[in-house]
């Protein structure tokens, strides 16, 4: 059974979810989730939870840059490695998708990546908000370009984020 909680955040609720022993997903309200709801359940107790909540909210406090969150995304051994690169950009720094294939030692898998950073489950923890295009332009991120900017924003003191307490 997976278990689930909302929490309330500046760029609109956030769904997590976690197998009990690590966070498996940190999705923007809307969009889908591994199963169907009917194998959730609440997840008001669950101490992952508890904690990836807290850490949010010291996040968008401005207080924390780096999570530090048992996780445990399922992909395929590509996107795997997507995910783990997208954890080394710095805090308030960009990398475009072609910088992060050439990290990957895949200097013409842009596409690619940019495949696998759009199937991330665990947005915000996994910064996949750090990763523009070539040209600098903020492109491609599925919770919308605008929460994109505002992730930015933040990191880079550009915007200061309340995070109501729930």
Same mark, same amino acid.
């Given at each position: 059974m997976i278990e689930c909680l909302t929490v309330a955040a500046p760029v609109g609720d956030l769904l997590l979810l976690s197998n009990g022993a690590a966070l498996t997903h940190c999705l923007?309200?809307? *969009?889908?989730g591994p199963l169907?709801?009917?194998h959730w359940r609440d997840g008001s107790n669950s101490p992952v939870l508890a904690e990836a909540r807290?850490?949010?909210?010291a996040y968008?406090?401005?207080?924390?840059?780096?999570?530090?969150?048992?996780?445990?995304? *399922?992909g395929t051994a590509f996107q795997l490695q997507v995910w783990q690169q997208l954890g080394l950009i710095p805090y308030g720094a960009t990398w475009s998708y072609g910088e992060l294939a050439r990290?990957?030692?895949h200097p013409k898998a842009a596409r690619a990546v940019g495949m696998a950073n759009s199937r991330n489950p665990l947005s915000i923890i996994v910064p996949c908000h750090r990763?523009?295009?070539?040209?600098?332009?903020?492109?491609?991120?599925?919770?919308?370009l605008e929460r994109k900017a505002m992730l930015l924003d933040l990191e880079q003191g550009r915007q200061t984020l309340g995070?109501?307490?729930?």
């Open positions: 923007f309200a809307g *969009e889908s169907s709801a009917a807290r850490q949010l909210q968008f406090a401005r207080e924390l840059r780096d999570f530090s969150l048992p996780l445990a995304p *399922e990290r990957l030692g990763v523009i295009g070539g040209s600098g332009a903020l492109i491609g991120y599925g919770g919308g995070l109501p307490m729930a």
